[in-house]
């Protein structure tokens, strides 16, 4: 478990994200169908079936990319509610790259409830099925799936007109500014849950997606043999698995496991108390919280752990290089520390990212003044020189190897030599006695002159 999971910190951001769910309840009224809950999870074969694998902040870079995995065969993204409804089941399935890697080739199909053959009090209003070559949803996707969410509430839902609280967690694609005012445009609040802690707070890692995990393994496992597994072809294999996963979805999505998953965690009914409390039970030390999870790595040689680092970098080096060259670039929210732990919901975001980009634009101006000021001082230094170079220069005696300077103080300054057009040049007293000095003075007399 990540240190960040047990920093008390999250004691602070668990109070903030309280208190702006009872600011939203106090001023704008959800009904029970539309206080949502969504998230993506990992699909991935394995020898003895399958699995559905919690889908870190630490497998995405910039909102598409995943570690290249050959077992993954997508994931999914349902979308339930307090009253116990399952509104969409988003899949993203993983398709080998295709030469055109524009968007508009990509796979997106929908299948509405009524178009379903197979129909149950437990089955979701609608299926969304995506296709790309990483098996997980981008920003353009996600914002494809809020869209689709917005119409089935609106042509399903008893009051089509009241707002949707979407609570998610903190993934980069849910924080973008076009997501953000998209969804908000369609009704759409998201809320975020507080910072490494949707593990604990969030209803589908409470009991859905732990009930779905076990029986997708079991689903499987009766379909084909430890054996048989490999000999299966990719296409078939996905089929197995999906078909499982369906028929799972049905099994351990019903109305009461909804709705006891968002009692268990607090958000509804509403208890601040209990939300708090869990709080406090998830904090801890990383020593504590690797030695509760995986306790046989003190166990492990240290051969075994420096061949696994070795084995870590290189995956890590062939990752960075796949998302150096297939990198997309969105606009990011940027929030400012200061306005972190504001930044719970949509709208607050947004506030927080325009005081940000306000406090940048000050930052920015004061930085050009300061770098205008700088080369004044700059421009006023080398000319206050320039004059002084000038001084000594007209102070000086312009002969060769001579260093008297005029100081107007004695009566041998009297009889310096002078040019007659310009105070400039000058010839001490000493050196006026040589004939060389008399050419000297003539010879810039007639520049002079001639200026």
């Not at 070559?133 to 981008?138: A, D, H, I, Q």
């Not at 039970?281 to 166990?299: H, I, L, Y």
């Not at 297939?326 to 990011?332: D, L």
Request: glycine content about 4%; overall charge positive.
């Amino acid at each position: 478990m990540k240190k960040a999971r047990t920093d008390p910190i999250n004691i602070a951001n668990t109070e903030a994200f309280v208190e702006m769910w009872k600011r939203y309840q106090q001023h704008m009224v959800f009904p029970l169908d539309h206080i949502v809950n969504g998230d993506e999870t990992l699909l991935r074969a394995v020898k003895d079936g399958s699995e559905v694998v919690r889908l870190e902040s630490r497998f995405k870079r910039d909102g598409s990319e995943v570690l290249c995995d050959s077992s993954s065969i997508g994931s999914m993204t349902p979308f339930v509610s307090a009253s116990g409804t399952l509104w969409l089941l988003v899949f993203c399935l993983k398709i080998p790259p295709r030469k055109a890697s524009s968007q508009d080739k990509l796979i997106e199909l929908y299948i509405p409830l009524e178009e379903r053959q197979r129909r149950s009090t437990n089955s979701a209003h609608g299926i969304l099925i995506f296709g790309n070559s990483t098996g997980l949803l981008n920003s353009c996707l996600w914002d494809k799936s809020l869209e689709k969410l917005s119409q089935i509430i609106k042509a399903s839902s008893t009051t089509p007109l009241k707002e949707v609280a979407l609570f998610t967690d903190n993934l980069s694609i849910h924080r973008q500014h076009q997501s953000i005012a998209k969804a908000m445009r369609n009704g759409v609040y998201q809320l975020y849950f507080p910072p490494n802690c949707s593990h604990w707070i969030q209803p589908l890692d409470d009991l859905l997606f732990a009930s779905l995990q076990m029986t997708i393994r079991a689903l499987c496992q009766q379909r084909f043999t430890e054996d048989g597994f490999w000999a299966h072809k990719k296409s078939s294999l996905k089929e197995l698995v999906l078909e499982a996963c369906m028929e799972s979805v049905e099994k351990n999505f019903t109305q009461k496991k909804i709705q006891k998953s968002f009692q268990n965690v607090g958000l509804h009914p509403f208890d601040e108390a209990l939300i708090i409390q869990r709080a406090w039970e998830n904090v801890g030390t990383q020593m504590e919280a690797v030695q509760d999870v995986c306790p046989s790595v003190e166990k492990a040689s240290s051969n075994l752990v420096n061949e696994c680092k070795d084995i870590f970098v290189q995956l890590a080096g062939v990752h960075e290089k796949k998302i150096s060259e297939r990198k997309r670039r969105g606009r990011r929210l940027s929030i400012s520390t200061k306005y972190a732990s504001e930044g719970t919901d949509a709208i607050t975001i947004l506030d927080a990212e325009a005081a940000t980009q306000s406090e940048e634009r000050i930052k920015k101006a004061e930085k050009v003044m300061r770098k205008v000021e700088k080369m004044k001082e700059k421009e006023e230094k080398q000319q206050k020189n320039e004059e002084k170079r000038r001084v000594r220069e007209a102070e000086s005696c312009k002969m060769e190897d001579c260093k008297r300077r005029w100081k107007n103080k004695s009566s041998n300054d009297e009889k310096w030599l002078w040019c007659s057009y310009c105070d400039s040049y000058g010839i001490c007293w000493k050196c006026g006695e040589m004939k060389s000095s008399k050419n000297s003075m003539r010879a810039h007399e007639r520049k002079c002159r001639r200026k």
